[in-house]
């Protein structure tokens, strides 16, 4: 047997512990495993059966033992070993039994101290690795607190979420935020990758699944399971749309997102970093549900122009008014409601309608979100009818401008007048 030293050992052991978070067993099996590594490179074979490390923790002492088969007549020494033999080892042995022989080699210590140590940091990294790798992995798809560490070269943000960094990539970044180091940070575990170190973990601050676990923490009627958040579509740092149903009458569950004097959405908003969000009523009505998801703008009709398995679409009819705030600024607000409700809408003014509808057109979209977001409102710029009155505009400046000048040529003949005279 090797001396180890039971007080270092057991130290070492609550340190790894500690620090680590890898359990005694792991340990003592991946040191045990080490000790067999070096027996059989001290002895150049790659295989050995039998053998194994037996750790003595109370008197901090190793060895190396190979297991024999007990037999009356023995025709495989390496293997096997005769009755009378195995009593001198264990008066209490019988035929068929098995007998541990210490097999530890003279000198072995320092090679085997050696040989150990790689195998041991090895395992210990691997068993490191897979205890990280393991509790993120339970971890993944929540919401989680961290420290921002630093923004690197490529402008991923490292975020310290306990015993490793996470990576949050730009793209998951909420566009314009300034990421400070040491800043306290919630982020939500979007994926985690097992690598030959420790696990890669994918985070983002601007995930719509954010929004929900946050309603969660602040809302206890969903987290009760009587408001339900159906369905939510988010532009991160701009605005976010939710929509909630309640299992229970009694219950409104805008009201209850909203909370007492908007106390629970305030402290929503405040996590966003003032982001807006709007609480749309669910509903199974799909006329009520895009309404209610076009708000704040007030609609006039709604008609369902298809509803099957491929197509759902929609034309929504509004105010003129209420033309520019049921787009939104460069289309969002029909851009999220059509995330939201999975319903493509299309939005025309009561004039728009009247004037189709009196030169006999078919009704066509004003607004092709599905392509070209970023261009809705340039396309309504764009319309012919809007394209006609500027024209009449300009023409009507260009007649203004001519009589202005006419009685500024009036006003010289009258100068050239008073001066004959």
């Not at 394209?387 to 401008?401: F, T």
Request: with cysteine.
């Amino acid at each position: 047997m090797i001396k180890i030293g039971a007080g270092n050992l057991n130290e070492v052991f609550e340190e790894l512990e500690r620090e680590k978070g890898i359990s005694r067993d792991v340990i003592v099996s991946s040191l045990c495993d080490a000790m067999v590594a070096a027996y059989k490179k001290h002895l150049r074979v790659k295989e050995l059966t039998n053998v194994e490390a037996i750790l003595d923790e109370q008197g901090g002492e190793i060895g190396i033992f190979k297991g024999k088969t007990v037999v009356k007549k023995v025709e495989d020494p390496e293997n096997e070993i005769s009755l009378k033999e195995a009593k001198e080892i264990d008066e209490d042995v019988e035929l068929g039994d098995e007998v541990k022989l210490e097999v530890t080699p003279e000198q072995f210590g320092r090679i085997a101290a050696q040989a150990a140590n790689q195998v041991l940091v090895q395992r210990i990294r691997e068993a490191e690795r897979n205890l990280v790798l393991n509790e993120f992995l339970d971890k993944k798809g929540t919401l989680i607190t961290g420290i921002i560490q630093k923004v690197d070269d490529r402008r991923n943000v490292i975020v310290n979420i306990g015993k490793i960094d996470a990576i949050m990539p730009r793209k998951e970044q909420i566009p314009g935020e300034y990421y400070k180091p040491g800043n306290r940070i919630r982020v939500f575990v979007l994926n985690v990758k097992e690598t030959t170190r420790l696990p890669q973990v994918i985070v983002s601050h601007a995930h719509p699944e954010i929004v929900r676990e946050l309603f969660e923490l602040e809302v206890p009627e969903i987290e009760d399971n009587i408001v339900e958040i159906k369905s939510i579509s988010r532009e991160a740092g701009y605005r976010t749309k939710i929509a909630v149903w309640s299992n229970d009458p009694e219950v409104d569950s805008v009201g209850a997102c909203i909370g007492p004097r908007g106390s629970r959405i305030q402290t929503i908003v405040g996590e966003l970093k003032n982001e807006k969000i709007d609480i749309v009523r669910y509903s199974l009505d799909p006329v009520e549900y895009i309404v209610n998801a076009l708000s704040p703008a007030r609609v006039v009709s709604v008609d369902i122009m298809a509803d099957d398995e491929e197509n759902h679409e929609a034309l929504v009819v509004v105010p003129d008014d209420q033309l520019s705030l049921a787009i939104g600024r460069e289309g969002q607000n029909v851009r999220l409601a059509h995330k939201l409700t999975n319903w493509k809408i299309d939005i025309k003014s009561t004039s728009q309608m009247e004037r189709a509808e009196a030169e006999g057109q078919g009704y066509t979209s004003e607004v092709n979100y599905e392509e070209e977001p970023e261009n809705e409102v340039e396309d309504i710029m764009n319309s012919e009818e809007l394209q006609q009155e500027i024209e009449e505009e300009m023409n009507q400046s260009a007649v203004d401008e001519e009589d202005f000048a006419t009685e500024e040529e009036v006003a010289e003949e009258s100068s050239e007048d008073e001066a004959e005279e």
